[in-house]
């Protein structure tokens, strides 16, 4: 158990002690729990939160209704009472019976690791679009709760826990909160319609897209700046940026192709959040090729990269293009050569401050992007056929013989592979 001095000269911030239960179930799984703890540090300092305690209680299953068991919130209790905490973050969801009963044992504000990043979220949320997401995804995970929150809610001066939403919604009946939740769901889905039309004029008009994913705090911020010269907020803290912003870059070749950053992952994202949020992140889905941005630095690299996965799966991106960036290589000893794979055509080993790295990995797009470069010979009335050459690529010459024309197209892999069986009928025979 790690303590802090408690320092009576900031009433208002919040004063916690983390709490993590390790399970057999958790010990088996690729959860190591001593790195989520750290991480829930993290988490509560980029909330505001001053840490005070952390504590751990090993225990064959959950307490169904005190979770860490009886005898440790007597010892959670004394300890609040000590250091003069305000409140306790549990590293696991809690019921809301669970939530109601701590409450009632502690005297203290009782908030678990999904309430925690919802409300990280709700700091971070500038857009109307990541505000709806936001307050949906907090709403949707109150709404089985409302009977274990009511101290939560009831609480005056703000802090962690009553951000978003605001407590005059929280504390209507089940029915205003459906009736809200319906409400943002209908102005969610008039976002979708807005981004699946902006999406189709995209690619009709064959700007490429490439989207940059990863563990919060990874560098895709960093990395979309340095490649776009992008004014975008960069910060060494976990969900710096939330809203995805998108930023011309320019290839080698002089082409141009539209790079998107996304929010970050973390283990354990709140589905509630992956749903929300799944009209912004339906990006990554659409995108042409995906940079998956590993922090070299962390020793927690292959894990995090692991969770990264397994949400891209979840949201039907894993059989995406992809490039995988150890990033961040200037931060690890050794040039990183003991802690990142040597780069190969799918792997490139990089800090976002290096220009030639840089320049390596403008190269390395061009390449997956950019397919082989073929001639068509094309009957001239089979308009449908010219214009699917365009749609398929970049036609760098174009030439009228006769009755035909001739077109060379520099051909876009993903697009080729879906239309161009159609096409190779017509290739030039040489």
């Known amino acids: 158990m790690r303590q802090s001095t408690y320092e009576t000269n900031n009433d208002l911030q919040d004063r916690a002690i983390l ?20 991480e829930l540090e993290n988490l509560a300092e980029t909330a505001g939160v001053e840490v005070l305690s952390t504590m751990t209680q090993q225990k064959e ?29 549990f590293d696991q969801e809690l019921s809301g019976a669970q939530v109601r009963n701590l409450e009632a044992a502690l005297d203290l504000k009782i908030i678990d690791r999904t309430q925690l990043i919802l409300d990280i979220f709700a700091q971070r949320a500038k857009t109307r679009e990541g505000i709806i997401q936001v307050e949906l995804a907090q709403l949707s995970y109150l709404l089985p709760r409302l009977s274990g929150h009511g101290k939560n809610l009831s609480r005056l001066g703000g802090g962690i826990g009553t951000r978003g939403p605001g407590e005059s919604k929280l504390e209507t009946d089940r029915r205003h909160i459906r009736n809200r939740i319906h409400d943002l769901k209908t102005q969610l889905d008039e976002v979708v319609r807005h981004r699946t039309l902006h999406r189709e004029r995209r690619r009709k008009s064959g700007v490429q897209q490439v989207a940059l994913v990863g563990y919060t705090n990874a560098g895709k911020s960093t990395l979309l700046r340095e490649l776009t010269n992008a004014d975008v907020y960069v910060e060494n803290q976990l969900f710096a940026t939330l809203d995805p912003t998108s930023r011309n870059l320019e290839l080698p070749s002089g082409k141009e192709i539209v790079l998107t950053d996304t929010v970050g992952f973390i283990q354990n994202l709140p589905h509630d959040l992956i749903a929300a949020f799944r009209a912004t992140l339906e990006e990554v889905c659409e995108a042409d090729l995906v940079l998956h941005v590993v922090d070299s630095s962390s020793p927690m690299r292959e894990e995090q990269r692991a969770v990264v996965e397994r949400i891209l799966g979840e949201l039907g991106a894993a059989g995406k293009p992809q490039i995988l960036l150890y990033n961040k290589i200037d931060l690890c000893s050794n040039d990183g050569t003991e802690l990142a794979p040597a780069s190969n055509e799918n792997t490139l080993v990089i800090s976002a401050f290096s220009a030639d790295d840089l320049t390596k990995l403008r190269q390395m797009i061009q390449d997956k992007m950019t397919g082989d470069t073929r001639t068509f010979i094309f009957p001239a009335e089979r308009g449908d056929l010219i214009a699917l050459a365009y749609r398929t690529g970049e036609v760098t010459e174009q030439e009228v013989d006769g009755d035909s024309l001739r077109v060379t197209v520099e051909l876009n892999k993903q697009d080729y592979e879906v239309h161009g069986y159609k096409l190779e009928a017509f290739v030039e025979s040489r």
């Not at 057999?24 to 799984?29: A, H, N, Y």
């Open 19 to 38: 709490v993590s239960l390790i399970t057999p179930d958790i010990k088996r799984s690729t959860i190591d729990p001593e790195h989520s703890l750290l």
């Open 61 to 89: 299953a959950r307490d169904s209704k005190w979770f860490i068991g009886k005898g440790k919130v007597e010892e959670l209790r004394a300890i609040a009472e000590e250091l003069g905490a305000t409140t306790a973050i």
